[in-house]
Structures are given as C-alpha cells and as structure tokens.
C-alpha cells in the first residue's frame, strides 16, 4: 500500500487482509517471456480445458439480443431448472456470481467483527479472506492427511463460531470426505452454526462418490451447499454459481447480494448447460483419464502426490519456486501453493492429453536443471 494515510481509512483487518493470488494469465506469461500465447499451457486454475459445449454456445449468441438490458436479478429461469434439478423449490436458491459470490454473502450475512469462522488448514483461500473482510477471526484447524479433520473442526467451534466452511473435494489439496461423515458432523453441529458445504468440484466426482446432500437441509436448515458452473460445466469466465439452503436463510443472504449480480449471459448459459449431462460426462471422463495420465508421469518421475477427487493433482516437487520458474519459462503455467501452507507442492489443473504431456515433459526438463 502505497499511501498509508490513505490506507488507514480503512479498517485495520482490511488492511491485513492478504490479497487473493489468482493463476497467472495466459496472455501475462506471453508479455513477460516474450512467448506466442498460443503455445502455452495453463494448467493453474481447475477450469474446464475443453471449451464450451454447443448448447452453451448457442445460448449465449441469444443472449446477445438482449445486451442492452438488465439481466433477471431474481435468475427465474435458471432458478427454475435448478429447483427441477435438485428437487428444491426455487425460493431456496440463491444464485451467486460464482460459487465465490455465495460464499462471501454468507460472510456478510452471518459475521461481524468478533465472530468466529472455522476452516480446515490447507483449504479453499476464501475461506480466510471473506471472513477477514468482515472483522471476524479465522479458526484455522490442522489438517489430517492434507485433507478436513472433522473430529477437529467441531471440537475448534466455540460459542462465538458463526459458520464452518467445509470444502469437498477441497481445493487445493484435491481430498475428498465420505458423505456419512460429513452427515454425521452436521448432526452434531449447533443449530446456530451456519455449515456452508462447498461442493464447487461435485460434478467430477464418480457417482457413487455422490450423495444427495442437499436432501440433508431439510433436517439442517443451518446447512448451505454451493455448487458452481466454473468447473465440470465449463463456465468458469462467466462467473456463475449457486447455493441451497432453507428459505429463511434464502431471504437473508438475498437481501445483503447486488440486485443484478449474476449477468445475463451467464444466467442463459447455465440454463443451456443444465441440458446438456452429456457435456459433465464427458468431461469427467476426460478427467478421469488426465489424472492417471498424470498419476502416471508424476510416478515415473518419483514425485509424489495426493490422490485427486476433483480435477487438479497436488504434487509434491520440493523446490517449488525454482520448479515453477522453470514451468513458466517452458510456456507451462501450474499453481504455487506455498500460499496454502505448501511450499514444497504445486498444484496442476488436469488438461488435456496434451497439455498433461507438455507438462509431464516440462517438469522432467525442470527437476534435471
Ligand atoms: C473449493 C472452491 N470453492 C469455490 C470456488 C469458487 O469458484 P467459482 O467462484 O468460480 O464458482 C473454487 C474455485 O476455484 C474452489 O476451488
């Protein structure tokens, strides 16, 4: 902050706030290395490297005829389908601009300064950030095996803890927890505790790695699941998500959002994507090949790695930084995570066939140097 007078009209824990790291642009890397963007790989950002679908396509020309318009800030159609979907009435849906947008109205809603979030070690970096924004304190709870500890998280929730996020897959370490036990950790939750359930990676994982856990609000209106379109539906430059939970809670987090937060270009191409399963499918087809693709090449090269539920790998490299500038000089753009408490691990976005190939290739080249 260059002017600290100025900086100073803002609250202390603004001030303290460490700014949110985003993976490096494609074009950044180009105008730094002096590289053709079209020959660098990203793989730092868990998006959908297939580029949309036909029907998603299709939705956003349409949309374009109504440019000059406010978008739907009550989402009636994209709401509608989601209600369909998920077998909820619309009126417990909050749509978000992102599933990150969810998560910082929770913040807003349910903190004050003084109030207490708790969060697992190693875990989604909004977490800490929008719990900051509002003056709360962050409750960081170690993590087991890089992954939540649950036993801990509930034994860290004290009378003045407001929410819980709990992230599954959590990024970025990729661990997954089985539905029973996150059920069981919400049956033992206070009622006054608002347990916001990230799913942001649900859609990669394996059916029978799935549960139906926005059933479970209907015994846990302190629950909140959020889901994005980000990630398995590929429409992560939109900014488009959702979260469910009960109407009350509905109300509340609809009265602190921006009356037009989700854009009507995002609304309709969400709706196009709800039609088209064979879109996710592929995708986590496609997922599921790239991680043993990687799997495979991180084994060959004896680095060892988090086994994955989601579509991106935490590898461990050891020297992270050093790994990483040699990545970016071979046109590969991975995450630096030693912002998440992990500064021996990068994290890669699962690509395509060729682009894992490019990475595998560069990562051999860079461990040699
Ligand atoms: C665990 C988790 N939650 C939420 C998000 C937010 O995604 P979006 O705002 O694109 O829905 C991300 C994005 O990387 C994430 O990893």
């Known amino acids: 902050?260059?002017?600290?007078?100025?900086?100073?009209?803002?609250?202390?824990?603004?001030?303290?706030?460490?700014?949110?790291?985003?993976?490096?642009?494609?074009?950044?890397?180009?105008?730094?290395?002096?590289?053709?963007?079209a020959t660098i790989v990203k793989l730092a950002s868990n998006e959908n490297p297939r580029g949309p679908g036909a029907k998603v396509r299709a939705a956003i020309a349409t949309a374009t005829d109504e440019l000059t318009r406010y978008p739907d800030g009550n989402g009636f159609a994209l709401?509608?389908?989601?209600?369909?979907?998920?077998?909820?009435?619309?009126?417990?849906?909050?749509l978000g601009n992102g599933s990150n947008d969810i998560l910082e109205l929770v913040s807003l809603?349910?903190?004050?300064?003084?109030?207490?979030?708790?969060?697992?070690?190693h875990a989604?970096?909004?977490?800490?950030?929008?719990?900051?924004?509002?003056?709360?304190?962050?409750?960081?709870?170690?993590?087991?095996?890089?992954?939540?500890?649950?036993?801990?998280?509930?034994?860290?929730?004290s009378a003045r803890t407001r929410v819980v996020f709990v992230a599954n897959p959590n990024n970025p370490t990729?661990?997954?927890?089985?539905?029973?036990d996150v059920h069981a950790f919400l049956a033992t939750m206070p009622d006054d505790?608002?347990?916001?359930?990230?799913?942001?990676?649900?859609?990669?994982?394996?059916?029978?790695?799935?549960?139906?856990?926005?059933?479970?609000?209907?015994a846990y209106p302190n629950l909140i699941v959020s889901r994005t379109f980000s990630k398995a539906h590929g429409l992560a430059a939109l900014r488009v998500g959702y979260g469910v939970m009960d109407a009350t809670v509905a109300d509340l987090l609809n009265r602190v959002r921006q009356p037009f937060n989700v854009n009507a270009f995002a609304q309709a191409a969400a709706v196009a994507a709800l039609t088209d399963d064979?879109?996710?499918?592929?995708?986590?087809?496609?997922?599921?090949?790239?991680?043993?693709?990687?799997?495979?090449?991180?084994?060959?090269?004896?680095?060892?790695?988090?086994?994955?539920?989601?579509?991106?790998?935490?590898a461990k490299v050891g020297a992270a930084g050093r790994i990483n500038v040699s990545l970016l000089k071979q046109g590969v753009i991975v995450r630096p995570v030693a912002n998440y408490g992990l500064p021996e691990w990068l994290r890669i976005t699962v690509g395509l066939p060729g682009?894992?190939?490019?990475?595998?290739?560069?990562?051999?080249r860079a461990l040699a140097q």
Do not use: C
């Not at 100025?6 to 002096?34: F, H, M, N, S």
């Not at 809603?109 to 070690?121: N, W």
């Not at 682009?355 to 051999?364: G, M, Q, S, W």
């Open 124 to 157: 989604f970096a909004v977490y800490p950030l929008a719990t900051q924004a509002r003056g709360a304190h962050g409750i960081e709870v170690p993590a087991r095996d890089h992954g939540h500890d649950l036993k801990a998280m509930r034994a860290a929730v």
């Open 1 to 37: 902050m260059t002017d600290p007078a100025l900086a100073a009209l803002a609250p202390d824990y603004v001030r303290r706030i460490a700014p949110y790291v985003p993976g490096k642009p494609v074009e950044e890397l180009a105008r730094e290395l002096g590289l053709d963007a």
């Open 278 to 314: 064979a879109y996710v499918e592929e995708s986590r087809a496609l997922n599921r090949e790239g991680l043993a693709q990687l799997y495979a090449g991180l084994d060959a090269l004896g680095i060892p790695y988090v086994r994955s539920y989601a579509n991106f790998v935490l």
């Open 174 to 180: 990729g661990t997954w927890l089985a539905p029973e």
């Open 109 to 121: 809603a349910f903190l004050e300064p003084g109030d207490e979030a708790v969060f697992s070690q």
């Open 355 to 364: 682009e894992n190939e490019r990475f595998l290739t560069a990562l051999a």
């Open 193 to 218: 505790v608002v347990v916001v359930l990230d799913e942001a990676y649900n859609e990669y994982l394996e059916p029978s790695h799935r549960a139906d856990s926005v059933a479970w609000i209907a």
């Open 79 to 94: 709401k509608a389908a989601l209600a369909a979907r998920l077998g909820v009435p619309a009126g417990q849906i909050v």
